[in-house]
């Protein structure tokens, strides 16, 4: 069993015709998710890639019975587009979409509050059951299914721990990127409570970069939480310059908070095993598991 998907989950895309999300729903189509439409304002009543256009999230999910929706909407759009989908009760959204100003991804965390909405993103790389389900823009050719669930802000460095976790024989039960934006629904904290709850996830990866203090809190959750499924982690950024934002809009160490060095220094005090660099992740979580 997967943690945020299930057998019966299915997909709507908003922003459904444009060029990105036809190239990744084409692909998750072939993977074997249930995509059931799209959503664009204005074009309700045609067809996409074999399946129906609705103007509206309400409309889409009357007709179709979607559970989950992907976002491809541009940020000027896409909070606009995640609240039409938590006023539509759709219980998860991935939003792939980068760089969303942040107030108005303050907008919506408000309308999160009290919702039946789950949101993974925005920029997110998505979220991935290996060989059952795929939402997002994950590349799906490395993933196995297996025991050691993920939880990562980088989306490359995503790709690069499921292979790693694929060639120690480990696999993924689930992989859920929960994005590089400062401001995000779905944290650490979150995926490691359904992970820790999940019969199916034996060990966990967690991987970090510099910027925020989700790492911290993650830290401090485990800490007080003592599980027992091994957990390892990885954090990105450790040799990056001070004030400088590298790569996402919510990675950048400001006057020596949010750096690498902290983030490890609390994940090791919970009893987290660090991988001391990108290359040996997969290693860690081996050693990490002793044999899971």
Request: one cysteine or more; hydrophobic letters at 40%; aromatic letters at 4%.
């Amino acid at each position: 069993m997967a943690i945020l998907l299930e057998a019966d989950t299915r997909v709507i895309c908003q922003g459904f015709t444009g060029k990105q999300a036809s190239y990744h729903m084409e692909r998750a189509i072939a993977y074997g998710t249930q995509v059931v439409g799209g959503v664009v304002p204005g074009k309700g009543g045609s067809k996409h890639l074999g399946l129906p256009v609705f103007d509206t999230v309400a409309e889409a999910v009357e007709a179709t019975g979607a559970n989950a929706s992907a976002v491809f909407v541009p940020p000027v759009s896409a909070p606009e587009a995640m609240i039409e989908a938590i006023e539509a009760e759709l219980p998860l959204l991935v939003c792939v979409t980068e760089r969303i100003p942040v107030l108005d991804m303050v907008r919506v965390k408000r309308r999160l509050e009290g919702a039946r909405t789950r949101l993974v993103g925005p920029n997110s790389q998505g979220v991935l059951w290996p060989g059952r389900c795929k939402i997002g823009v994950m590349p799906a050719h490395r993933e196995q299914p297996g025991k050691i669930g993920i939880v990562s802000r980088s989306a490359s460095l995503t790709s690069e721990v499921i292979e790693q976790t694929t060639a120690a024989r480990l696999g993924q039960s689930t992989s859920v990127g929960i994005g590089g934006d400062p401001v995000y629904g779905i944290s650490f904290i979150d995926c490691l409570q359904l992970f820790l709850a999940d019969p199916e996830t034996e060990g966990i990866l967690l991987i970090g970069e510099i910027g925020g203090t989700a790492e911290e809190e993650a830290a401090a959750f485990i800490k007080q939480e003592k599980p027992r499924k091994p957990i390892a982690a990885y954090v990105a950024g450790l040799h990056a310059p001070t004030e400088r934002r590298m790569g996402h809009a919510g990675t950048v160490n400001v006057f020596g908070a949010g750096g690498a060095a902290e983030k490890i220094e609390a994940l090791r005090s919970a009893g987290v095993h660090v991988a001391p660099s990108a290359a040996e992740i997969g290693a860690t979580m081996r050693r990490a598991s002793r044999g899971v």
